[in-house]
């Protein structure tokens, strides 16, 4: 039976549902607070008229999992996937740029960890202890530092797996949940107590041509944005009700509105603590939770640089840069190097994130003081004067949700309070992986469950 579905929030999450839930003939209205779909994905039009835009929010989506490709491909996008020219990262400790050991998301396999000088050899003889340390593994969530601190050392933790996972969701990755934020620890975990020996059998069993880790679309995502935003225009059963705060009401039949039009059936893909203000009067305890789930903020610049400004090998994609090194800068993205598209003059065009759940205090500063921080920070990363010249600075408040021990519980307790609220689905970034391809799973899951 066709129905009326509400999708409230137009990034990548509520644009997936719109699209299965038309798809599966139902009438759709799509809200969102601003004037434009894409959530996250955005980008900024550099001045000048230069040819491409760059991303200010995500840049690439993993493609191990299958679900963007997947979309690209149904909007028509199949000989539009990229993958980055360069893929090789560095970690910046004591003046220099040091490669990653083999590893599993920074859990290093076995081997002498002293080697490419990122940890010292008291810090992997630390760590080699893991080989034979007793099973201490906890039957249930813990953090993954708590875990890679028993096993490895608290040196392995802060200059290898902290600055990798706590740079993906400007987390704090002492609190950051093994279960529910990084179920591929959770995996190593369960397959051997030895998580160095866990991460060179995975390693070993990789293939040995695994393609690209990552994928984009060529001219950027917003490409995918603008495809899924042209497949909704043209399908009569679709309407997308921009610069709409959507407020949701149940009526006594238990018949939903959402900003006074009536639906059958609502899928909320808003951040929580918005999905928390829209459900509290029906569900305070679900509201409570959803509340309860943290977010961190986040500053990216976009810095367009002279070709050669920082000497730097052109394979290199990026630089991570551990907490105990005390700056400001948690990671340099050499977008021109993954996208050299970006860049046809040759200027190094740079994206570089500022800031972490542990250290906000960037958000007190002028636009202005936040970039001049980028450039002394980069200066003394690359040992070079970094001049002024173009940069653009985009400020994620509370964008990036946090997945604490226990999350998985508290996803529960959302769901048990939510029950009674037939027709209503509560989903997005913060409900089962923030990135790209978990996302564009929940907009599907969505719609399964839904309609
Ligand atoms: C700086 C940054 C870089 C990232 N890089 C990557 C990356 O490279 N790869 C990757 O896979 N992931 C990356 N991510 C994560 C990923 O981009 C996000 O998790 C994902 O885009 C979230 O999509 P979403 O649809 O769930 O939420 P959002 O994109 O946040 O969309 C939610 C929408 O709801 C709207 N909204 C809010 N309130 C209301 C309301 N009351 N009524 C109507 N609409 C409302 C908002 O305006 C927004 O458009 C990055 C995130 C950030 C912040």
Redesign the pocket.
């Known amino acids: 039976m066709p129905k009326t579905v509400a999708v ?8 997936v549902a719109a699209l299965n839930a038309s798809a599966n003939g139902h009438t759709v209205h799509l ?4 004037d434009f ?5 955005d980008e900024w039009i550099r001045p000048h008229g230069r040819a491409q835009s760059i991303p ?7 493609a191990r999992r299958p679900e ?1 490709a997947e979309l690209a491909i149904s909007l028509g996008l199949a000989n539009q996937l990229v993958s980055p020219a360069a893929g090789s990262a560095r970690i910046y400790r004591d003046g220099r740029l040091h490669p990653l050991p083999p590893s599993v998301l920074g859990v290093p396999a076995s081997g002498d960890l002293s080697q490419t000088g990122l940890i010292s050899a008291d810090g992997a003889a630390r760590a080699s202890l893991d080989l034979d340390a007793p099973d201490d593994h906890p039957n249930g969530d813990e953090s993954v530092g708590a875990m890679v601190r028993r096993r490895l050392g608290d040196e392995v933790h802060e200059y290898l797996v902290d600055p990798l996972l706590g740079g993906i969701n400007a987390g704090d990755s002492d609190r950051l949940s093994v279960v529910s934020g990084v179920p591929q620890l959770d995996v190593l975990r369960k397959k051997h107590t030895s998580l160095m020996t866990a991460a060179t059998q995975t390693l070993a069993a990789a293939p040995s041509n695994p393609g690209p880790v990552f994928q984009s679309i060529d001219g950027g995502l917003n490409r995918l944005i603008d495809a899924a935003e042209a497949e909704l225009g043209r399908r009569t059963n679709v309407s997308i009700h921009l610069s ?4 949701l009401t149940r009526g006594s039949d238990s018949a939903w509105a959402v900003s006074g039009i009536d639906t059958d059936e609502v899928i909320l ?3 929580a603590g ?1 999905t928390a203000d ?1 459900i509290r009067t029906l569900a305070p305890a679900g509201a409570d939770e959803l509340e309860a789930i943290d977010y961190s903020s ?1 500053a ?1 610049t976009i810095l367009i640089l002279p070709p050669n400004t920082i000497d730097i090998d052109p394979a290199i994609s990026g630089v991570l840069v551990p907490r105990l090194c005390g700056l400001h800068v948690t990671a340099v993205s050499f977008a021109s190097h993954k996208w050299p598209d970006l860049a046809p003059d040759g200027s190094q065009i740079l994206r570089v ?1 500022v800031g972490r759940r542990t250290d906000e205090r960037w958000s007190q500063l002028r636009d202005a003081e936040v970039i001049q921080l980028v450039r002394n920070d980069l200066s003394e990363i690359f040992g070079t004067i970094i001049p002024d010249g173009p940069a653009h600075l ?1 400020r ?1 408040m509370d ?3 946090q997945y604490d021990v226990g999350h998985a519980e508290r996803i529960r307790a959302i769901d048990d309070a939510t029950r009674h609220l037939d027709g209503l689905v509560l989903t ?2 913060w409900r089962s992986g ?4 978990a ?1 564009v799973a ?2 599907r899951a969505a719609t399964a469950k839904s309609t």
Not at 56 to 62: K, N, R, S, V
Not at 244 to 247: G, H, I, L, Y
């Open positions: 409230v929030g137009g990034g990548i999450t509520g644009i809200f969102e607070r601003t779909i894409g959530g996250k994905i200010t929010g995500p840049d690439a989506f993993l963007v709409t705060s959507a407020e893909t808003t951040p918005v829209l986040v990216l994130s985009t994620w964008s990036l949700p997005g970034a923030l990135g790209l391809p996302c929940s907009g």
